[in-house]
């Protein structure tokens, strides 16, 4: 693999040119047909193999085109000061503004409330539903307008109009705020970390072109393939951040090789060869997370999945590719001004007496802040280790209290008209009207449907928690009904949930005294149906993305015991950082300070999303810090000093990465859309607690304690496994007998 990887980055070098000319070919290619490619038509959500999805499946062949209507308002009108909205005047305001609604150009109806009932018991409440002749995509601006316009309308009249409905959602992509905020807090962190600002613009210049491309490939492929936006927000948040942390390792491998007198033809082929063979590794790591999101079956898992693995294969290519070019043509304006100052000087010292085969001369070894960390952790390995674990423990105590759902306009701000127009109808209506059951009737072998489906619904509407039960609605050929249950407590309650598994557990002694079988579905029922899928699919995902993983780490550091330290730390890592995610969205502590109004539910995909993403990210700092020790040991170094060698030379930019993707995925804390506003902080809490406590602190105590152990495989093992040369070890002039230094002892106080 180092070998290999050498050639190309050298040839890349030689050849930089034509590889820059490639890239921006392709960058060109990708974004002409992006920009080309027509709108996307959002495919619903969908989740097989659960009851709820196959009762909405029979409805869409039961009822041809009842389950494919257009975008729909539902607009909420409350009375003033005690007032009924039945009083002549608010009754005309109402009829009003349902007039002026219903002039919509795209407008295919609306519904008096007053002839079908929507108001509420205590008159204080009435609510209309506008159906537009389009999906919440095709509406126009002019649609749009005019909607918000005839609610300022009616509010003129003394009411209070609120409306939700998915014609209220906001349709446009990534504002690039996000990024921006990302990409500052980056550039700043590499100009700190290099000095230069040649070497700090060269990550951000190339992962750029990475997103670039990813984005215009997403953007292309969304219409054919029906994917939603989430996939290409999540695409621009790992491609940026892994994009900028692979040149960061690329960048400063080259300066660490040229500050060793190497030649740049020689340094960015080594480069290459050795910090691009993590980054492969990291890069594989990261693929087999996300791309093992398919095994959930979701398709938006998969979709989002997919998405942002194929951005993390065009950061790994660029990263091996375009940066060694780039090196090429400026080889000298991305090192520190005093190593450009003296360069010259420093050509011919690779022969000086005391330099180890690939090394750093031994009376020259840099004492940063790396080093004294880690000989402080290899003095006191046993309690850096405890109180490391026991901190992680302690954030992720809070995971025992999880609890999954699918926040709808509950959870948005109450600044917004969705939450308001909500809030108003569970005060009028009851809790439970903001999240109906939809209960279809198949009584296709009945010899009375329409007794079958009024048996289905005497018994539906008798049991404790429901308040009402519509009348059925039967389909042309009168063989399947369907009718709405209203439960009597909140969508996401847990009574509901109670609720819709009696009603399932009931299925059996209603199905025989009706003659008919019946399914549970609608908005509320498929939360919770996709809550327990997505629950039950966790651990054998966790085992197929941690068994793979795990095999490819033992064959990156042919070490047994390292791959499963790597997977604890992870384990610690994720559990922490969704402990985190629970204290601030579920149990609203400190949410007022990302501007999480309204806590509850964490979202049902949510958690196997954080563990795929968070899982690649994780294996990227334990593959990038311990394959320098690694290096270090099969050069000659004992085990401790090889853990300090690794420090020294990685820590640096270990930390200036993992701050880099904490600045990204913490721009998207600011996004409106709740799961991406989760999955950012999510990411964000679980790249600093992995990066700084386990791969900064576990780490190296576990090392410490284990010694010679770590680097332990069995022979028949050796034999077997495939060497690929992370290390970059055919690299390397072949030690001397004396090379192995007299080891300090470091865990001394």
């Given at each position: ?6 050639r190309?980055?050298?040839?890349a ?11 921006a070919a392709?960058?060109a ?12 038509e ?9 009851e ?29 000061n ?6 002549a005047e ?21 519904v008096d ?16 539903t506008?159906t ?10 002019a ?11 009616a509010?003129?009249?003394?009411l209070?109009v609120?409306?939700g409905?998915?014609?209220m959602?906001?349709?446009?992509g990534?504002?690039g705020?996000?990024e ?23 990550p ?19 219409g ?6 989430t996939?290409s927000?999540?695409a ?17 491998r ?5 500050a ?6 020689e340094?960015?082929?080594?480069a290459?060869?050795?910090a ?9 790591t990261?693929?087999?997370a996300?791309?093992g ?15 942002a693995a194929?951005?993390v294969v065009?950061?790994v290519?660029?990263?091996l590719?375009?940066v060694p070019?780039?090196?090429?043509f ?6 520190p001004?005093k ?7 420093r050509k ?14 031994r009376?020259?070894?840099?004492v940063?802040?790396?080093?004294r960390w ?6 006191r390995p046993l309690p850096?280790?405890l ?14 209290d ?6 709808g306009?509950?959870?948005k701000?109450?600044?917004t ?10 005060e009028?209506f009851?809790?439970g ?10 009584a ?5 449907p ?24 039967f389909?042309?050929?009168?063989d ?10 909140a ?13 399932r557990?009931d299925r059996?002694?209603?199905?025989s ?21 997505v ?10 993305v941690v ?7 033992l ?27 629970v ?7 400190g949410?007022?300070?990302?501007g999480?109004e309204?806590?509850g ?5 949510m ?12 294996m ?6 311990v ?16 853990v300090?060698?690794g420090?020294?030379h ?14 990204v995925f ?13 999955i ?27 010694g ?20 970059g ?17 470091l865990t001394?106080a």
């Open positions: 693999m180092a070998a290999f990887l050498y190309m980055g050298r040839l070098f030689r050849r930089r040119l034509t590889v820059a000319l490639f890239w392709v960058l290619a990708v974004g002409l047909a992006g920009m080309t490619a027509p709108e996307a959002e495919e619903p959500f969908s989740m097989p193999g659960i709820s999805q196959e009762a909405f499946d029979l409805m869409e062949e039961r009822f041809p085109g009842a389950a494919a209507d257009g975008a729909t308002a539902r607009v909420v009108f409350v009375s003033p005690g007032e009924k909205v039945t009083a608010n009754k005309e305001a109402v009829e009003a503004a349902i007039a002026e609604l219903q002039d919509g150009t795209q407008v295919a109806s609306t409330p007053y002839e079908s009932g929507a108001v509420s018991e205590d008159g204080s409440t009435a609510y209309t506008v537009y002749k389009v999906d919440a995509a095709g509406l126009t601006d649609s749009r307008s005019h909607l918000d316009e005839s609610l300022e309308h509010r003129d009249s003394g209070t609120e409306a409905g998915d014609a959602e906001d349709m446009g990534p504002s705020t996000a921006a905020i990302g990409i500052s807090v980056a550039a700043v962190v590499l100009l700190i970390t290099f000095g230069s600002l040649a070497a700090a613009g060269l951000l210049l190339t992962a750029l072109i990475g997103v670039g491309i990813s984005l215009f490939a997403i953007t292309a492929l969304a054919p393939l029906g994917l939603a936006d996939t927000t999540v621009i948040m790992l491609g940026l951040a892994v994009g900028i942390d692979y040149a960061l390792f690329i960048v400063s080259y300066r660490e090789e040229r060793k007198g190497r030649t740049p033809e340094a960015v082929a080594l290459t060869g050795t691009g063979s993590a980054v492969v590794f990291a890069g594989l990261v693929v087999i996300l791309a999101l398919s095994v959930v079956g979701i398709p938006m898992l998969t979709e989002m999945g997919l998405g194929g951005a065009v950061g290519l660029i990263a590719t375009l070019a780039f090196l090429g400026w080889p000298d304006a991305i090192l001004r190593d450009r100052k003296d360069r010259k000087d011919g010292r690779k022969g000086r007496k005391g330099r180890r085969a690939g090394g750093t001369p009376e020259t070894r840099k940063n802040g790396g080093t880690a000989s402080f952790v290899l003095r850096v280790l109180a490391a674990v026991a901190g992680l423990g302690a954030l992720a105590l809070p995971m025992t999880l609890q999954l759902g699918m926040p306009d509950e959870a701000s109450t600044e008209t969705q939450r308001r127009a909500y809030d108003a109808l569970a009028g009851g809790p009207f903001n999240g109906p059951l939809t209960v279809v009737v198949d296709k072998d009945a010899d009375d329409k007794a079958a489906a009024e048996t289905v619904s005497e018994r539906i509407g008798g049991t404790e928690g429901v308040v009402s039960v519509s009348p059925a609605q389909n042309e050929s009168g399947t009904a369907v009718f709405s249950v209203v439960p009597a407590t969508p996401t309650g847990q009574e509901t949930k109670d609720l819709v598994n009696t009603i557990g059996p002694g209603i199905e005294a009706a003659g008919a079988t019946f399914e549970v579905t609608g908005t509320t029922a498929m939360n919770i149906d996709v809550s327990e899928k629950q039950s699919a966790l651990v054998p995902y966790l085992l197929v068994g793979l993983a795990v095999i490819l780490l064959v990156v550091f042919r070490s047994v015991l390292v791959p499963l330290k790597a997977a604890v730390g992870f384990l610690l890592s994720v559990l922490a950082s969704l402990g985190a995610v204290v601030v969205f579920q149990q609203g502590h949410a007022d300070l990302l999480v309204t806590t539910p964490i979202m049902s995909l958690p196997i999303f954080l563990v795929g993403i968070v899982f690649g990210l994780a990227d700092y334990e593959v990038f810090l394959s320098r020790m690694r290096e270090a040991y099969v050069r000659g170094e004992r085990p401790a000093q090889a300090t060698s420090f020294e990685s820590a640096r930019v270990v930390v200036a990465a993992a701050l880099i993707m904490i600045a913490s721009g998207f804390i600011g996004d409106s859309d709740a799961m991406i506003k989760m950012g902080f999510g990411l964000a809490s679980a790249v600093l607690l992995d990066a700084f406590v386990v791969r900064m602190a576990i780490v190296p105590a576990v090392l410490a304690l284990l010679e152990r770590a680097w332990w495989l069995p022979k028949w093992l050796d034999r077997i496994l495939p060497r690929v040369d992370v290390e070890e055919a690299l390397a002039r072949p030690a001397e007998p004396e090379a192995r230094p007299v080891e300090k002892d001394r």
